[in-house]
């Protein structure tokens, strides 16, 4: 790189500064890392050591309630009558602080599977979901699925709404639901109308004339049908495609609601973007959304319909950007060939950023604590707790890394990893190689404090005891080596909130 700094890189690259905010969610003051303005990463690394996860819960509520600020403007700038509805996703990560977080902030409630609904059921039960929060089932129902939806409707939650994969399902439910049921239909996109690159979602829904049957099949009881479901996919960039892709749904369901009175609720799925992954990459969600109400009102006018309830399930937009890793470069190899050199980290790329080989293309903003001085150069980091030649990023194809010079004892800060990563590492397992996982540093705010939870990195013990070994079978050295006080404790403390002053500022650690 002749000599050019990690900051003219930025520059460059990204046109950022290297103080002041570099995305809505990370910025840097005194050349100092922050999350959200508050949480000082160098810090963090300074008290708990890397590798280490920071998850900051006050991001999901931000997160949230800036949608809803966007959608109250875009329906004022449309004249739309219909509600905004933002149901959280829980599939995105169903750890208890995420979930509670999202229902305190207002969300409503995705689910996608029999446990989905089990947790579900218990939060309604403990008060922690309110009972004027709708909850929509998605995905193939099986039996378990739909006996734990039914227990939840037979208990009392009216607000439940299972979305119709087949007919089946249907039949099954309405016919064992003792009391009224609201239900969705979630359309199967024409095939012509489904991505190559993305052929899974192609599976999911009814077509045409299976949601006519499904109108039919409820006619006369007790149930209506109250929602029409068209999720394009997940992570969409262009809201250009993605208006075409919802247009034809969006006249769909005017025609279909002209027919059928009880039609009240338009849910366009996932596929939200966030600024998350990349930090040149911006969507302008407000504009999306008046756009999409734009259509739906004309649509209605159209067929002499009302504008309906929009419902959004928001996954990776809810919370993506809340949690944190950071790792450390523990050696340099050299690279052969002319070919980067490696920074070996001291964790699993492949482990805790399974999305870099499940998601084509999948980038993570990755950005060094320190060293922002010293000269940039292309590099490529790997894993050093698995032995998979698969354990690197970035991955063929994608854009060369460039990170400063600053080899062993760097610690990097991987933003964004906070949807679908651990629910696809499997949290709390045993993992490939063995590889442990990191300390975990939870931040959630209680009125004007903000509580600390800390848990201790996953412990050998723990791992072998997952895999069936216990100590009598494998001798790993004494019992007392395996069962540190650590291995079990977590620590948690209270701290107030100072709205003016930036929280863990590296000279003033807590
Ligand atoms: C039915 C449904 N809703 C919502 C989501 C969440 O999508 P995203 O994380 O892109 O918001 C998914 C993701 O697979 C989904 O299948």
Redesign the pocket.
């Known amino acids: 790189m002749n000599g050019t700094t990690y900051i003219d890189h930025l520059a460059h690259r990204y046109g950022v500064q290297p103080e002041g905010q570099l995305n809505p969610f990370i910025s840097r003051h005194d050349g100092q890392l922050y999350l959200d303005e508050r949480i000082c990463l160098n810090a963090l690394a300074e008290q708990y050591g890397a590798p280490l996860e920071v998850s900051y819960l006050p991001l999901i509520t931000k997160q949230i309630h800036q949608m809803q600020t966007y959608a109250a403007a875009a329906r004022t700038a449309a004249g739309y009558t219909g509600a905004f509805v933002y149901a959280y996703?829980t599939?995105?990560n169903f750890a208890e602080e995420v979930v509670r977080t999202a229902l305190q902030s207002g969300a409503h409630y995705?689910t996608?599977s029999a446990a989905d609904i089990i947790i579900a059921h218990q939060l309604w039960r403990q008060g922690v979901l309110p009972a004027d929060r709708y909850m929509f089932c998605?995905g193939s129902k099986d039996l378990g699925y739909r006996k734990a939806i039914l227990a939840l409707r037979d208990a009392g939650h009216e607000l439940l709404i299972p979305i119709v994969d087949d007919l089946d399902e249907l039949a099954y439910l309405s016919s064992h639901c003792h009391v009224p049921m609201q239900f969705g239909v979630r359309v199967r996109f024409d095939i012509g109308d489904v991505d190559p690159d993305h052929p899974g979602g192609e599976r999911f829904g009814l077509t045409h004339s299976e949601i006519d049957s499904a109108i039919a099949m409820l006619a006369g009881t007790q149930h209506r049908i109250v929602l029409y479901h068209a999720?394009v996919g997940?992570?969409i960039e262009d809201a250009h495609v993605w208006k075409i892709q919802l247009s034809a749904a969006v006249e769909r369901y005017a025609a279909q609601a002209h027919k059928l009175p009880s039609l009240h609720m338009f849910n366009f799925?996932?596929?939200?973007p966030t600024d998350s992954y990349q930090l040149d990459f911006s969507f302008d969600c407000q504009a999306f959304l008046q756009t999409l109400m734009t259509a739906l009102a004309d649509a209605c006018a159209e067929h002499g319909v009302a504008h309906p309830d929009l419902v959004g399930?928001?996954?990776?937009?809810t919370v993506g950007s809340h949690t944190v890793y950071l790792m450390e470069v523990g050696a340099v190899k050299a690279g052969r060939g002319g070919a980067p050199d490696w920074y070996l980290l001291n964790g699993s790329l492949m482990v805790s950023l399974p999305d870099t080989l499940i998601v084509a293309g999948q980038q993570f903003i990755i950005l060094p604590l320190d060293e922002w001085h010293l000269p940039a150069r292309p590099v490529r980091l790997a894993g050093r707790y698995t032995c998979d030649t698969d354990d690197f990023y970035p991955r063929p194809g994608q854009p060369p890394l460039l990170l400063p010079n600053g080899g062993e004892g760097m610690v990097l800060a991987f933003f964004g990893v906070g949807?679908y990563q651990q629910m696809l590492s499997g949290r709390g397992g045993a993992h490939h190689c063995l590889t442990p996982e990191m300390r975990r540093v939870i931040i959630e705010a209680d009125g004007d404090q903000l509580v600390v939870r800390e848990t201790p990195p996953q412990h050998l013990s723990d791992i072998m005891s997952v895999l069936g070994y216990n100590n009598a079978t494998l001798d790993l050295g004494s019992r007392r080596d395996m069962q540190t006080a650590e291995r079990t404790t977590v620590r948690s403390f209270r701290m107030p909130v100072k709205r003016s002053a930036r929280m863990w500022k590296r000279t003033r650690p807590v």
């Open positions: 996703a599939k995105a995705e996608s998605n999720m997940s992570q799925g996932g596929g939200m399930e928001f996954g990776r937009y949807a």
